[in-house]
């Protein structure tokens, strides 16, 4: 199945739920939103969120940190 993924085109194994994807990406749910077609999916929803060919899917991972020596 195709989805758009953070704005490029992946090949993924069919009937995956959010939850499945992350797994399938090695992205651990604990500091993730996640978008789907436009709406962000609840994590209390990502076992049962379907990802149907052709979605657009957007994943953010949160990450702390930061100080004093940040190139930007």
Known sequence: MNITLNGEHREIPDGLTVSGLLEHLNIRT????????MEI???????AAKIADGDSIEV????????????F
């Open 30 to 37: 604990e500091k993730v939103a996640v978008e789907r077609n």
């Open 41 to 47: 999916v609840k994590k209390a929803a990502f076992e």
């Open 60 to 71: 953010v991972s949160f990450m702390s940190g930061g100080g004093a020596e940040c190139d």
